[in-house]
């Protein structure tokens, strides 16, 4: 068993290029600012048009470059459909036999719920048993990421961490657990602040009762 904490290491701006990424490992840590500048633009025109509806003058100074910005923040925050996650995952596929359990856990999730496009956000555990290949264990908070920065349900953002992994490595099983408030449950609606949503998919000889019960103790198991 092999386990570790997954830190958010996605700051990148990636419109469209993968091979952005494989300077990572170096890296850790990248931030490009690169959009899409005809994106940004039109974002923006809609964007000052929705300061006016909302009762806002778009041309009172703290707001004139505010339709910008929120352009680049939502591209940002939507730049996972840029992102090809199987490719992430097989630039760091290794033949190995090691055949034990691999947690990565406690990894950050930021995403942005697609009926109200407000942010939910909390973490993801996740587990695969290595079947001839294993992966470098910072490709999975990156799949995570890729998946996480689109417009989302935790339901389905759950399930295609898990295929991805299940279609991409093969391994002998895979389970993910996300935990997350959503702040369209948080700030509106039933405006419940501590409520957290838990969604799961298993794979393989996680769908075992007892294979499944490890991956959960240690997902709850603290290191200290
Ligand atoms: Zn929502």
Avoid at 11 to 32: P, R, T, V
Wanted: charged fraction near 25%.
């Amino acid at each position: 068993m092999s386990s570790t904490s997954g830190n958010n290491l996605l700051q990148s701006k990636n419109m469209s290029k993968l091979h952005q990424f494989e300077d990572e490992e170096q890296e850790g840590y990248l931030k490009i600012d690169q959009y899409n500048q005809k994106n940004v633009e039109r974002i923006a025109s809609h964007y000052k048009d929705i300061l006016s509806a909302l009762g806002e003058d778009p041309n009172r100074e703290g707001l004139l470059k505010t339709p910008e910005r929120v352009g680049k923040a939502l591209q940002f925050l939507t730049h996972g459909y840029d992102v090809n996650p199987a490719e992430v995952l097989r630039s760091a596929m290794f033949e190995e036999e090691y055949s034990q359990m691999v947690v990565v856990k406690d990894i950050e999730v930021y995403s942005m719920c697609e009926h109200h496009m407000l942010p939910f956000f909390g973490k993801a555990h996740i587990a695969y048993i290595p079947n001839g290949h294993i992966v470098g264990l910072s490709k999975i908070p990156r799949v995570v990421d890729v998946f996480a920065r689109r417009l989302q349900v935790q339901e389905r953002l759950t399930n295609e961490i898990r295929d991805c992994i299940q279609d991409t490595l093969k391994p002998a099983g895979v389970a993910v657990v996300i935990e997350c408030k959503h702040m369209c449950m948080a700030m509106r609606g039933v405006q419940k602040q501590n409520s957290v949503t838990t969604t799961s998919a298993f794979t393989g000889a996680f769908q075992n009762d007892v294979t499944r019960s490890e991956f959960l103790r240690l997902i709850t198991a603290s290191l200290d």
